[in-house]
Structures are given as structure tokens and as C-alpha cells.
């Protein structure tokens, strides 16, 4: 139901954007997060937005780095990345759920994952 994409290969300090699109309205309300998952550490929260209010929450490690946003008409959540560091690397999954939350067990509907690979 949600297909993540826009993940790939780029060099420390590059940009990436990822996209999360509903294969149907499931964007009337609720939250839209990013979640990451390195090999070998646990999936750990990223960004997220009120799909209503458009009120954006930040894990503080990429906090004015990322930006998440929301596109209604195209039932797409996004997630930009700036200046991306080797630390950055790892599967990134969108998620969505009726209320916002960090942990994974906030969300019940998961998006495939994509692969982010940073380069040094």
C-alpha cells in the first residue's frame, strides 16, 4: 500500500530525495514517517508529518539536514536529504499510522524500504 522510492548511491555532503506514495487515499489523516535501519543496529525514527496540519517532527541527528514533506494531490510524502554523511547509510521505509510516534510500533502500514549507500 505505500511504495518508497528515490534511494541510491552518492558521496558524503550529497542530496537525496526520497518519495512514499499510497496506492490509495490512506493520506486522508494520520502521520507519515521515515524510519531507517543500518545493518546490524535497530530501525530507528527519522522524520515524520501530520498529514493534516503539516506539523513535522525530526530525529535531532538530521534535524536541518532533512525536510519531510507532503503532496495531497499526488497522495506522496517526501523526504529531502542534504548534506548526507556515511552515517546517513541504511534501508529508509515510510510508514504511516493514526498518530505520531519514534518507536516503529506507532505505525501499521510499511512502505518496501529503499537503499541509501553514502560514500566517503
Known amino acids: 500500500q505505500l511504495q518508497a522510492s528515490g534511494g541510491g548511491l552518492v558521496q558524503s555532503g550529497g542530496s537525496l530525495r526520497l518519495s512514499c506514495t499510497a496506492s490509495?487515499?490512506?493520506?486522508?489523516?494520520?502521520?507519515v514517517a521515515w524510519f531507517r535501519q543500518a545493518p546490524g543496529k535497530d530501525r530507528e525514527f527519522v522524520a515524520a508529518?501530520?498529514?493534516?496540519?503539516?506539523?513535522?517532527y525530526y530525529e535531532d541527528s538530521v534535524r536541518g539536514r532533512f525536510t519531510i514533506s507532503r503532496n495531497s494531490a499526488e497522495n506522496t510524502a517526501y523526504l529531502q536529504m542534504n548534506s548526507l554523511q556515511p552515517d546517513d547509510a541504511a534501508v529508509y521505509y515510510c510508514?504511516?499510522?493514526?498518530?505520531?510516534?519514534?518507536?516503529?510500533?506507532?505505525?501499521?502500514?510499511w512502505g518496501q524500504g529503499t537503499l541509501v549507500t553514502v560514500s566517503s
Open positions: 508529518i501530520r498529514w493534516g496540519s503539516g506539523i513535522r
Open positions: 510508514a504511516w499510522g493514526t498518530e505520531y510516534g519514534t518507536t516503529h510500533k506507532a505505525y501499521n502500514i
Open positions: 490509495r487515499r490512506i493520506y486522508s489523516s494520520g502521520v
